[in-house]
């Protein structure tokens, strides 16, 4: 995963760790209308001069990554986003080898294992939180949740939140970082 693009990069926190959830933890609802559309990303530390991404969110819910250095733009491969609701709080989710994929990694996983973020839609501004890996590890030390942890090379730590579909692992404090990426809806004042 040594050449991440800017949004793997967000997503993954770092260059070479990962969270999947062997189940998603939760039934899709379908497409959130409110989330349709073309989305750029407020530059931070993460992204280099130049640099940002574009999530373009389709009616079907297929979602593709654009990623702009200065005038290239390169499109990713499209990727089904799923979307669910839990406890007044909004899920997305997507496959896993996706991410690995597009973040050039070596490691694949087995097809049913998913990439989850929380997200809040407020008017234009639309705000993603990771999975924090290091909280994986800490509620898994406090038995809050069962993860199994890989590191299938010397660049790689992989983990899984394992076990069946469980809403209320969504819940558990810390979970998500505390460092959103910011995107806004494209062609809106930024």
Known sequence: MKNLT?????????????????????ASRGCDPQAVG???SVPDASYGEGE??????GADCRLVVEEIRDADVTAMAPVQL?????????????G???LLEA??????????DVVVVRYSLSGDQLTIWPVK????????AQ?????????????EQLRWITGPANPELLELEGLFGTDPKQFSREGSQQ
């Open 6 to 26: 800017v949004l793997p990069a967000v997503l993954l926190l770092s260059a070479c760790t990962a969270t999947f959830f062997e189940t998603p933890p939760l």
């Open 38 to 40: 073309s989305w750029l």
């Open 52 to 57: 940002r991404s574009r999530l373009r969110i």
């Open 82 to 94: 799923h979307l669910g609701q839990h406890a007044g709080k909004h899920y997305a989710w997507f």
């Open 96 to 98: 896993a080898n996706w």
């Open 103 to 112: 973040g050039k990694a070596d490691a694949r996983v087995a097809p049913s």
């Open 133 to 140: 890996d290091e909280a994986v590890d800490q509620l898994h």
């Open 143 to 155: 038995g809050k949740l069962v993860r199994r942890h890989e590191e299938p090379d010397e660049f």
